[in-house]
């Protein structure tokens, strides 16, 4: 399903992303650790379009499709999904109007009716109850006075709504606590299918307990040093990211 | 060839040959206190004159094509058709309406609610009111100002409102001031005085809906707002594009009352408010939520001043500008918090949004304080579209032409969320939808 193949991108004439390799199929879900700074949110917010790092090198396939041709908009109308390290909060759009007229513009790129107001609210009935939203966050507008783990259910939320093919999470598990966190990956883990694919960014093992990858690759300093199973992750969790840091200095 | 003398005279602006023309048909003639009031008036005008961009508080605001035009005192009958089919028309109030600056008996709606006297200024002129011999006036500055001088000098007719003690009005005052010409540009001076007395509570909206043509409206407003009294007062501007609106409204606030005032600015080639609130008395809160949208070469001026004049005043003031294409935006929010008004608490925000790099801002928070014990906090910002609330909206399909109204859209209805009265938030929601010119589904 998505193909990367040598990705270089940079930020204000900084290189992030050093060469990247990594080939996704659908009903796989991978793992991407790493510690700070080592370009995983970059590699996220490339893949979904964003406009502030600039790829010099490299191409992204999707489905055989060059992603890195088509606008943000675009991209998620053909079934992308970033679920952000940050979500943004957008002042005087509540969270629901905002959410029909994505679906409605995906909709409306792929040829199927658009919902009226009242069809979109029974579609939204279920993943309302899966990740736990108040009405109070559905008329809220998006994000505005959410705590740091309702945003992040919100995220997933809008996930599901929009039933991506390919979903990359960006450090989903941050700022949840245990309770939370086990809410999110349910929701998570209830999108799991043979179609669709999964990147989970983390840079800690624990959300891996809950969401289980198929492939865990290691990212340190804009390159995937290692890939492995899921029992990487495990190890990553004894020995640190030490060790493999330095056997990524050695090879650079 | 002119003598020293002639040539060290400025000249006497047009619109003064209006304080002739006009002098017979004067409402309230024979009453000696607005006569002295008038012709006072009308030498403040001839000693201030018509400001020029070299005055202090007309800096970005020049006057210099309005000068130039001939206005004429009173405007030909125009049949305003397009008026019953206003939006504004739909909201359930008791009704008064105005076709430039004339009263039309046929425009009422409703009957007027308990507790409050709304009447034609002439005719409370005419039956010799004591309520306006005791306040008009005595707020608005005509000394200072030179469009208050003039409407001063040369009001007509206008409304008085007047909310009886303790009564709680239900039901909007609403107050249209419609204008057009199709004939030569004429200039009206509407004069409103609204009194709400101690614990009573009221909403006055003020609507200045233009239909084409060149003409001035210069209303001037004065309110008073009794002890432990409240009112909700929404201004609605949808001039014509190419008419001047001037407007002054001066505020006065007894102990413990609340002046909530709501302007939405869609209209006119210049529009230019002067808001005065003055806060005289304990405990007071004031509010003044603003919303101005620039297209074209429109010019939208909004000078606010605000005296915190006694201990333990609140004031809270957003006024939120949206300027696209050659449009450009004043807005000067002074505050004074006097020496005895301790514990003032005063927040002054105010933001622009510039969609184009033709439109401009310019902007300038005066706080002035003489009292020690006080929290007072300015911010302004003038910008674009923040980056990352775009592409947010666009990773989720939106696209971007969108993403933009959407969030040009919600920029500014975070303010008209403040209006109390739901039927007029959203005319006015839906009024700026159309103004930006629509871009996404509602
Ligand atoms: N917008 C940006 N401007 C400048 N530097 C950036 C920007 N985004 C990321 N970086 C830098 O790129 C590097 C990788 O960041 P990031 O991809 O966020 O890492 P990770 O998500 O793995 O913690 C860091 O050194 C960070 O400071
Ligand atoms: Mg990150």
Sequence with gaps: ?252 | MATPDTLARPEEPLIAGHFSAVADRLPGRGLGWLERQREQARADFRRLGIPTTKHEEWRYTPLRDFSSIDFAPRAIACDVPELASHPIYGIEAFRLVFKNGVYDPDGGLGECPMGVRVLRLADALAQEDPLVRDHLGQYAKAHEHPFVALNTALFEDGVVVHVSRNAVVETPIHLVFASKTSHAPFAAHPRVLIVVEPGAEATVLESHLGFGGVYLSNPVVEVIVGENAKLEHTKLQDESLEAYHIATIDGLQGSDSVYTSNSVQYGAKLGRTDLNVFLNGQNVECWLNGVYVGMGSQLLDNHTRLDHAQPNGNSFEVYKGILDERSNGVFNGKIYVHQDAQKTDAKQTNQALLLSRNATIETKPQLEIYADDVKCTHGATVGQLDAESTFYLRSRGIPEATAKSLLTYAFASEVLERIGNEAVREITERMLYAKLGGGFPA
């Design chain 1, 1 to 252: 399903m998505l193909d990367i193949r040598n990705l270089h991108a940079k930020v204000e004439d900084r290189e992030i992303l050093r060469g990247i390799d990594l080939k996704v199929n659908a009903g796989e879900v991978h793992a991407i650790m790493g510690p700070n700074g080592s370009g995983k949110s970059t590699l996220a917010q490339v893949l979904a379009g964003r406009d502030t790092y600039e790829v010099t090198g490299g191409e992204i396939l999707l489905d055989g499709k060059d992603l890195l041709e088509m606008e943000p908009e675009v991209r998620a109308a053909e079934g992308l999904f970033l679920a952000f390290q940050y979500p943004v909060e957008i002042h005087g759009v509540s969270n629901t109007y905002f959410l029909r007229a994505a679906l409605n513009a995906i909709r409306k790129y792929r040829g199927e009716p658009e919902l009226s107001a009242g069809k979109f609210l029974g579609y939204i009935k279920e993943k309302i109850q899966l990740l736990g939203l108040t009405p109070d966050m559905l008329t809220r507008a998006v994000n505005e006075g959410f705590s740091g783990g309702e945003k992040k259910r919100n995220e997933i939320f809008q996930m599901a709504v929009l039933e991506p093919r390919l979903c990359v999470l960006d450090e989903t598990d941050s700022g949840l606590d245990i309770d939370a966190l086990k809410v999110v990956a349910n929701g998570v883990n209830a999108l799991r299918s043979p179609e669709r694919a999964m990147i989970v960014v983390t840079h800690y093992q624990r959300l891996l307990n809950y969401i289980v990858p198929d492939f865990v690759h290691v990212l340190v300093n804009g390159r995937i040093v290692r890939s492995g199973g899921k029992e990487l992750a495990l190890a990553l969790e004894e020995q640190g990211y030490g060790e493999i840091e330095e056997l990524a200095g050695a090879s650079a």
